[in-house]
């Protein structure tokens, strides 16, 4: 047996403001490359990353431990190499762990000829974003997996449906090259909000999810509100108001943390605007003295692509 893949892992944007731990979406300009081989010797190897200093021990990595995952419901023996080529930096807020860990049991999955469907695969590689952050949340691993946006309906069951992504939207994401730990970004969160709260975050997700089945784009940038998360987590990225400010007036629909930051997002009607957003923000942080990375990226409605078998 030597069946191998090598896959484009894609970059994800998780909580889209108003939804945290529950929506997420997919983009196509940046994201991990993987080979995945299947073997006869029934183990699960990590042979080799480049691009970052991630443990090649498999079960201290997150692409080992969502494929063990895959391997024990498989119930056949079976021996699965693992090479890594990171593009995402870790703690960078978009998607580092889960590009890993939903690539590898993608792989794997298409290699065994597709025994798993897509929620089963998005169960399987919430382990390795248990171990990355200690909470197996899936508004990452969604989006690699099935593409576009998600919504996390339920976790128990897990329930993930797949929405409607507008053909003119685009992302612009800037990445600070600074490390916001997702365990230490979910520290600072209240684990108690008020019912008036809850209530403006609620119409937000609703909002939003109707702007994208409707392809209402102004709908789309109404919605895009946290008055829950982003208070306490924004005093973490240095300029996030500024940013926010900057892409706002710069015509985009909206702003806000990617993920657990330090990433900051914005979405943006058409590719010109995207560019007005990406030059705004940039401006911002030219003055701050910190290296930083910007995306311009359409919505990847694919998710996981085939480079090579």
């Known amino acids: 047996m030597n069946k191998s893949i090598k896959i484009f892992a894609p970059a994800t944007v998780a909580n889209l403001s108003c939804g945290f731990d529950v929506l997420g979406c997919c983009l196509d300009t940046v994201g991990d490359e993987m080979i995945i081989s299947l073997t006869s010797n029934p183990e699960v190897k990590i042979t080799k990353i480049d691009g970052a200093n991630l443990p090649l021990e498999t079960h201290k990595n997150v692409a080992g ?32 762990s ?86 230490d970004s979910r520290s600072v969160i209240k684990h108690n909000v008020s019912l008036q709260q809850a209530i403006q975050q609620w119409g937000n997700v609703g909002g939003l999810v109707a702007g994208l089945f409707t392809e209402d784009y102004e709908l789309i940038g109404r919605s895009l509100e946290d008055v829950i998360i982003e208070p306490l ?38 590719d010109k605007t995207a560019t007005l957003v990406a030059d705004a923000i940039r401006n911002v942080y030219s003055k701050t003295g910190l290296k930083f990375d910007i995306h311009i990226s359409k919505i990847n409605n694919d998710g996981i692509k085939i480079i090579e078998v």
């Open 98 to 183: 889960a590009a890993s860990s939903a690539g590898a049991v993608w792989a794997v999955n298409y290699l065994l000829d597709s025994p798993f469907s897509s929620q089963e695969l998005i169960a399987f590689a919430m382990e390795g974003e248990k171990l990355a952050s200690g909470n197996a949340h899936a508004d990452n691993v969604a989006p690699a997996l099935l593409g576009g946006f998600t919504l996390v309906r339920s976790y128990k069951p897990l329930d993930v449906i797949k929405l409607n992504t507008p053909k003119d939207l685009m992302i612009t994401v800037i990445h600070p090259q600074i490390e916001v730990k997702t365990s």
């Open 65 to 96: 431990v969502a494929v063990e995952a895959l391997l024990k419901a498989y119930k056949k023996e079976i021996g699965v190499t693992i090479e890594i080529y990171k593009k995402i930096k870790a703690g960078s807020g978009i998607g580092s």
């Open 233 to 270: 987590r924004s005093i973490l990225i240095p300029e996030f108001t500024a940013v926010k400010e900057a892409a706002l007036s710069s015509g985009a629909l909206g702003c806000g943390i990617s993920g657990s930051g330090p990433s900051i997002f914005a979405l943006s009607k058409g």
